[in-house]
């Protein structure tokens, strides 16, 4: 959609994790790239914080929202979190046990080292992050988020399952 020379966005949303979303899409669609990068830290964002031992409550629609980011080909989902190796692992078996895959665990090896356009020895190449550390709130993102997938679906496939 063309407005006064600039392009509108279907789904605008005020919300800025969509919008990072729609352009993440946007930018891989214009770049004839097939998926995008989606990096998701655990505590305080997926699972509400356990300061006792191993977080396994989560906020209310961040699995429904990462189990459809799991099953779509064009997202590359990467746990982010600072748990220690023995709990990284048991983090991946629990989201797997619901449906959650993530692909990798704080890395991205599909883009590091030298790449044409930059350098990625010491960045990891993300086009989302979702962090609590960097403004994402996940009582009410994840909700924003369920809207704005259960949308494109509705254009695309199917929605996710509330």
């Not at 906020?59 to 990467?78: C, F, G, N």
């Not at 679906?153 to 996710?160: A, G, N, Q, S, V």
Request: proline share 4%.
């Amino acid at each position: 959609m063309v407005n006064n020379g600039e392009k509108k966005l279907e789904n605008s949303c005020t919300n800025r994790y969509v919008k990072l979303f729609e352009n993440a899409f946007e930018i891989a669609e214009e770049r004839n790239f097939d998926k995008i990068y989606v990096v998701v830290d655990v505590h305080n964002t997926i699972l509400l914080p356990n300061y006792d031992g191993i977080a396994n409550e989560y906020y209310p629609l961040a699995p429904t929202v990462l189990q459809h980011l799991s099953k779509r080909e064009d997202v590359v989902l990467i746990m982010w979190t600072c748990s220690t190796k023995e709990d990284r692992e048991i983090y991946n078996e629990f989201f797997k046990k619901d449906g959650i895959h993530f692909d990798y665990i704080n890395e991205n090896p599909e883009v590091a080292g030298k790449v044409q356009w930059g350098d990625f020895d010491t960045k990891m190449y993300a086009n989302v992050i979702l962090d609590d550390k960097a403004g994402f709130f996940p009582e009410t993102d994840w909700h924003d988020l369920l809207n704005y997938f259960a949308c494109k679906c509705l254009e695309e496939e199917e929605p996710p399952k509330l």
